[in-house]
């Protein structure tokens, strides 16, 4: 199942298929390791229901919802 | 002397290994243009003297942050004679991705796999010999913190320095080796380091394709030829891909991972500090407490709560230092409180010494004594409260808690144009301007560094309170608790509403992205903290000292003496000062607080509040506007604190905003607090003297705020529900 990465919910697991941003955003997130078929696992939602926090390469990235709308994934389990 | 460059991503350690490698030998300069931070030091355990030069952390060589462009620039054309790329060695499949892109650059590389002492204590293997032939180039693992193989690491750099190296790339057996080949022949004969311009540009990266278009045209021609692999001819994806894609693919044989179960130290610690709910409490409670030891009078409350208090009489000397204007001290004061008293008494001290061999009667005793040394005292009196905050602020930092305030915080803060990481700033305000425009550092986008800056000043600062305390005096008894209160309120609804006015106006209207990394949670370092705080220091007593010492001499020099200054020192009534508020007095006309007899003495405090804030109730007390003597209606009273407390901060701040702050942002600063402090002060006499019921209309302010504060309760108890169920 595809879903992008802000609605995944805490706990989901998935493969990145691909990435929708443009420019400094989108280079962003390839030089933190968000590639196709990177593993990213959604660790936690801030308080105030955004920014989100996730697992990804083995360490900690945190990113805001709008961001991770950029983000199209392949859901690997619940 | 041949140079080393220190390069890696932020947390890998590298300004541990720095200070470890160069000792004290570290000063601070300033890039060229950007207000970024170069180190540089010695390492002297060679047959030669080595350069240091700390590069600011980085994840890629990409041209869209400054950090970026600088360490690239400065690898590719200042050619150190070898680079040191630091590895965290308990997270090298991203800090890898980097060394890929050095690599590509011709210059002598060795990789400082650091944090080896994690690593093992994780129960994890890392086979250097495996990584080394990979990457091609030498490997040595350290520890910076524990001082563990860095000799070995210099020794090795050292001789690989005598040596010359060409770039490789992990690219060359994709798809996207034959067009570098190409590419690399279309470039100019005499370019160095062509294999890394090659492969920028087929990145379709900004700087080289306006430096090279020529070569551009080629790659761009090129990749249209390749066939399409899925990437839809993004080379900046496919490149990025392929990277990630070798360094998980080759390293996986290095790295021996023990089996982990369950959750890790910082994982622990991450479930409290983050908390659905508990959180943003913990962090306010956690702010309270650093303000209450850096500033509070009355420690632990133990003399609200158990009458607790010091009396200067009863005191013992050592005490005595601290209360030696005489007065009760009223409870215990709070380190940092006590300090300050200290620095103040030690700067009487000096000024009584000096005292001994010159009268203040004559013009240079006056200037020594009065000026310099009691001007100078004044702000070297907050040196003690404003490193005691930094080392609070340095601990969370380095801890690893402030990203997660950031984290925490950032989506109440995107709304006013600004990101999670502006709060601690802002926050830093109520204490002291200097350090909460310093702590504006940790912004990376320099728009909202200096609005942040520019916003600092609306958060009452510990200085200005003076003057709230003696305007509270004459606002009278209950009313004069709420004029305080209201005056601080009113102090972070024109941040909010002004942040707001920016965000609408600014150019920039993106919020700058929040990718960022949490690290992983780790005790403090006892001398990083150390070195952290003497930076702080240096740059505060340096940069800002020299200004200070100026402005002060100036501002002493024309409230105390008239025109015909060479007739000796006359009373500020008669001063070039007084002369000077008499004139600049027709401009507040409108504010209402300077009309009358008295008018420019109130343009005189508000002057020389611009040497410290303390300043303005010296001034009213000098001129005889102490307490009962002020003739300010409620109005003019609201809109005298108005402007004090959004002008000009004092000289020390402004120099601070000055250093901190882009060139142009600083003007802009400047201007904003002009304007927005005359208009604020010019709304607030108006609508209070039209209605005139100046009290209650405070009081409306008040319970209009109380009751905003209690809605925005009660949507957030909403969202956390909302968010929770999901």
Redesign the interface.
Known sequence: MEKYLNEF?VGQKGKVKR?TADG??????????V????EILLR????????I?VTI????????RT?AQAILMEVESD | MIKFALAGNPNCGKTTLFNTLTGSTAHVGNWPGVTVDKREGLYKKLAEKVQIVDLPGI??L?P?TPEEVISRNFILDEKPECVINVVDAT?L??NL?LTTQILEIDVPVIVALNMMDAVKANGDKIVIEELQKVLGVPVVGISALKREGTDELMQKAFELAQTKRNGTTILENTIVGPIIAKVKEALPQDLGSKLFHAIKLIEGDELEVKAHPEADKIATELKAQQPDDGFDGDY??VV??RR??YISVNFKKAIVKANKQGMTKSDKIDKVM????W??PLFLVIMFAVFHFVFSEDLLFMNAIFGLEIKSETAVNFFTGMGYEGEPLGGIPSLGVFLQSWMGFVFDQLGELFGLFMSTDTWYGALIIDGIIGGVGAVASFIPQILLLFLFISIMEDSGYM?RVA??M???F?KFGLSGKAFIPMLMGFGCSVPAMMAARTLEDTCERDRTIRLATCFSCGAKAPIWAMLAVVVGGFFGDIFVFTIYLLGIVIAIVSALIMKLFGKNHDVP????????YHAPQFKNLMAHLWEKLKHYVVKAATIIAASTVVIWFLSNFGWAFWNGMVEIENSILADIGRGLSYIFYPLGWAMGADGWKYTVATLTGLIAKEDVVSTCELLGLASGAIGLSTAGIYAFAAYNLFTLPCMAAVATAKGESTKKGFWVTLAWWFASSYVISLIIYWVLELYSVAVWAGILVTLVLVAAIVASGIV?SR??K??SK?
């Open positions: 919910a990435i400094k955003i989108k280079r962003r997130l390839f030089d933190m390791g590639t196709p078929n990177a936690k939602i801030a308080p105030l229901g955004d920014p926090e390469r083995g360490y900690e990235l945190s990113l805001r961001e | 994840y890629s990409s869209y997270n499949e991203r991705y900046e994806a990025a891909d990630y894609d983050t908390h659905r709910i959180s943003i990203a984290f925490i950032d989506r109440a995107r992205p929040f990718i960022m990394e949490l690290p992983a957030l969202r956390i909302k968010y999901e």
